[in-house]
């Protein structure tokens, strides 16, 4: 392949913003130290990494997936589910519970309430701050 153009790779990456990213990314690693996956004959990183999507030596894909993975600041480890132990241990603490309330009597619990002129006497009754120089 003489040249390379656009038109080379735009069937294998559709959206030409998207191929650009892609490329500059590859270029980018390849000035880095990146394996090249075709002859360079004296190209540039930019045409060798367009050359290689066009040949299809590199997933697209996985291209994209590189790019996103070096431009998370904040990457979430998924760890393994222990969902049986947890079940387990949630029934026994729901058994527990209901042998505790079986035996005790129930609390009512009362909050103080207040109506509201209650409230707007209150409020009345406050004192507004003194103003001073630093407010």
């Known amino acids: 392949m003489a040249r390379v153009t656009v038109e080379d790779c735009v069937d294998k990456v559709e959206n030409r913003f998207e191929l650009v990213l892609l490329a500059s990314h590859r270029a980018r690693q390849i000035s880095q130290g990146g394996q090249i ?21 590199l997933s697209p894909d996985d291209l994209k997936e590189d790019l996103i993975h070096s431009l998370q600041r904040h990457v979430e480890i998924d760890e ?50 003194e103003k001073n120089d630093d407010f």
């Open 80 to 129: 393994p589910e222990v969902a049986a132990p947890i079940a387990g241990l949630i029934e026994a603490g729901d058994e527990l519970m209901e042998s505790l309330v079986e035996g005790t009597e129930e609390e009512v619990i009362t909050f103080d309430s207040m109506s509201e002129e209650e409230l707007l006497a209150g409020i009345e009754g406050l004192v507004a701050p």
């Open 37 to 57: 996956t075709v002859d360079r004959d004296n190209d540039k990183n930019p045409v060798v990494a367009l050359r290689e999507i066009a040949d299809e030596t």
